[in-house]
């Protein structure tokens, strides 16, 4: 397999690099540096920035509600204490809303990103579950795209760690509730502590086009009721988002109760669904894209032991959707509708399995006559996600793997950011990938994706040779007053902390856009491709 690196020349991440020369070694807390020109990048460009209330964020959804107006929602961790609770007398993180003029739980961040030079932060829905609050995944569908053809734009949240919810986001300066754990009647779970509570939620997937959801999370009596650990599927049909119908539990064959673990795995490493990304249904607007259709790619373990599943959507879902049964929570057949997985070895996850579909490989083009249609293969980006400080576990990688034989997945190219192209691994906090973009269509599907990638901010990657993918253009963020410190060992000293930039996720738009949020509380950041990099979206490369 091969792996790529950087071409272009690099300009070094002066703030924190300065911060890590500085402190090396040392234990306790560095001096905070406010630099605004302490970002570095590469063919990418910055255009606007918002604090975002410095709030842990996870996961930016870009909705586009008119031609000329463009949402973003962003979904936010836990309120917690800086440097995740291990900095030395550490303090609570900040919560104040300027909107409302309170301390409000991390909930989710809506931002007018029309004007991408001047982000404006609209409204902040929060989390009061009484506990840290948080609503890490968010999703928004059109009304007049679902099957209930109405004029409203929904949003599909995570409710802390206990249950999902929806929201009338029609004015998104005004959140109505449809169905939310406040109004007794969320879609799945409810207040934390209370019965039918969920045990776990995260990264969700819902088709706009078809209504059917794919939420992840876990019951709160699943273990009494014989589930292996962590989360799996609950597959909702949400066409009316006010009356939400479950379908049907997914997970990977072998967790389910009365499952037989499957080689390779044991109880303690057989692992649970991160998140899923379905193509939808042939017609649709995904397949339309050139992905392929009818498809859903599931990720399991997040950062060892990791799956990457495609199954057959027709046969998962019940009528009018396919044809599989509709039998609800009573599902034990988890093994038909699965076309193929790929095995990670222990020490890579998949955290996300973003589908590009078909792609012509340019190198298999020839003028022999011989081509026989072999020019073309199915690939999936599969990402394992960094989670240890100071590189102290394995250096997790993003890997390109071709489906075009569904029953047997081949990693065919796989992806790492030097760590001396900016000691990172000296900088604190995380250094690896993360997630991709999810975006289906121009100007960016097929051609370059995004991989958020911690300290070393997001990596454009040029996709249309899939076999030698290049790393084409990057930007870091500057570490601003809002940043928050990241603790590890380091050097023999058990707990050395350091404010450090903690790109987390990245989304992108139809007009070139791209949109980065920090783990670490330094906000959004708007983003643009220039110079060689651009001329690959513009195709005059």
Request: contains cysteine; hydrophobic residues 35%.
């Amino acid at each position: 397999m091969k792996q790529w690196r950087i071409r272009a020349p690099i300009r070094v991440f002066a703030t924190t690099f300065a911060l890590a020369l500085l402190a090396a070694g040392t234990a306790g807390t560095d001096a905070r540096a406010d630099d605004p020109s302490g970002a570095s990048s590469h063919g990418m460009r910055l255009v606007g920035t918002n604090d975002l209330q410095a709030r842990s964020t996870y996961q930016p959804t870009l909705h586009k509600y008119s031609p000329n107006q463009y949402i973003l929602f962003t979904g936010h961790h836990p309120l917690g204490l800086q440097g995740e609770g291990l900095l030395p007398n550490a303090q609570h993180l900040p919560s104040f809303n300027p909107l409302t003029g309170k301390n409000e739980l991390n909930g989710t961040s809506i931002v007018d990103v029309s004007d991408p030079r001047h982000p404006k932060y609209l409204f902040h829905l929060p989390v009061s579950d009484g506990g840290s609050g948080g609503a890490q995944m968010v999703r928004v569908c059109d009304g007049s795209t679902l099957p209930i053809h109405n004029s409203k734009i929904y949003m599909l949240r995570s409710y802390a760690n206990s249950a999902h919810e929806i929201w009338d986001v029609t004015n998104p300066s005004n959140p109505v509730g449809v169905r939310t754990v406040a109004g007794g009647n969320p879609v799945i779970g409810a207040q934390t502590g209370a019965a039918g509570a969920l045990a776990g939620t995260h990264k969700s997937w819902w088709e706009c086009d078809t209504g059917i959801a794919y939420i992840v999370g876990r019951r709160g009596d699943d273990t009494a009721a014989g589930w292996g650990a962590g989360n799996h599927i609950l597959i909702f049909d949400l066409s009316d988002p006010a009356h939400p119908v479950f379908l049907r539990d997914w997970a990977l064959d072998g967790q389910q109760p009365g499952g037989v673990i499957p080689p390779h795995f044991t109880a303690a490493t057989l692992p649970s669904i991160h998140g899923p990304i379905s193509t939808g249904p042939a017609g649709g607007a995904f397949a339309s894209a050139g992905a392929t259709a009818d498809r859903v790619y599931f990720a399991y373990g997040t950062g060892s032991n990791g799956v990457m599943q495609i199954v057959d959507r027709t046969a998962l879902l019940p009528p009018p959707w396919g044809t599989g049964l509709k039998c609800g929570s009573m599902c034990t057949d988890f093994s038909t509708a699965e076309l193929g997985r790929l095995i990670m070895n222990p020490d890579n996850g998949a955290h996300t399995s973003w589908p590009l579909g078909k792609i012509t490989v340019p190198d298999f083009v020839t003028d022999t006559g011989n081509d026989n249609g072999n020019t073309t293969r199915d690939i999936v980006v599969v990402v394992s996600e960094a989670t240890a400080h100071f590189c102290s576990s394995f250096r997790h990688l993003t890997f390109l793997t071709d489906v075009t034989t569904e029953g047997r997945p081949q990693s065919i190219a796989t992806a790492q950011v030097p760590a001396s192209e900016g000691s990172f691994c000296d900088t604190a906090g995380r250094f690896g990938p993360h997630a991709t973009n999810e975006e289906f269509g121009p100007p960016f599907y097929q051609k370059i994706v995004f991989v958020s990638y911690f300290n070393a901010g997001v990596r454009a990657f040029d996709v249309r040779d899939p076999y030698n993918p290049q790393d084409v253009a990057f930007f870091i963020p500057a570490v601003t007053h809002n940043t928050d410190y990241r603790c590890g060992p380091y050097k023999g000293n058990p707990n050395v902390c350091r404010p450090v930039v903690q790109t987390n996720n990245v989304a992108s738009d139809d007009g070139g856009y791209i949109y980065i949020v920090d783990r670490a509380d330094t906000g959004l950041h708007v983003l643009q491709l220039e110079g060689d990099a651009k001329k690959i979206i513009e195709g005059k490369d």
